[in-house]
């Protein structure tokens, strides 16, 4: 029986999270993609993209990055060949790459995202400095966008301002004497 378990578990799939990091380290985080990037600011305790200050965040997209891109798990490795990297989309030119900042700018984690063909609930990822790539246990890709407009909104108008009575203008002509013809 242990020897039947010890060899199964080389083929088990190892589960273990693409970045070891709490948004509360987070002061600052880029999304890039084929040469175009998005800064997200953390201001005390709001975000702000960087560049387009007229936007309000949408802070649904801001717990995504918390709730799913921090918390995607790597599992089995596809390929531990850097030649390999353009047919995952996870090299530099095709992948998605997001780069976590603390709060003295050092870098916290930062890996590139790659869409699955086979297998649209899942990613590939590769984390920078390392060869392999791994399929995850969902797919992020949508969650990591550059255009400023999928993380903010424009902010609503703001109010008309309430109608005050207006003072109606009498037609005085005729008071003292002024104005009126003799009869």
Not at 36 to 65: E, F, P, V
Not at 131 to 141: F, K, P, S
Not at 153 to 163: F, V, Y
């Amino acid at each position: 029986y242990f020897i039947s378990q010890s060899r199964q578990k080389k083929y088990q799939t190892q589960s273990n999270s693409v970045f070891s990091i709490v948004m509360e380290e987070v002061y600052l985080f880029k999304v890039e993609k084929d040469s175009i990037y998005i800064h997200l600011q953390r201001k005390d305790t709001t975000w702000q993209i960087m560049g387009h200050d007229s936007l309000l965040i949408q802070t649904n997209r801001i717990n995504d990055i918390e709730n799913n891109v921090l918390t995607v798990k790597r599992e089995s490795v596809v390929s531990k060949k850097p030649s390999k990297w353009q047919s995952f989309d996870v090299d530099d030119s095709l992948g998605t790459k997001i780069t976590f900042y603390g709060f003295n700018d050092e870098v916290l984690g930062e890996a590139i995202f790659g869409r699955s063909k086979s297998d649209w609930q899942r990613s590939y990822v590769r984390l920078i400095g390392e060869n392999n790539v791994y399929m995850t246990n969902e797919n992020v890709i949508n969650r990591l966008q550059t255009g400023p407009k999928f993380w903010g909104k424009k902010p609503p108008p703001p109010p008309e301002p309430a109608e005050e009575p207006s003072l109606e203008i009498q037609d005085n002509t005729g008071l003292n004497g002024q104005g009126t013809e003799p009869e």
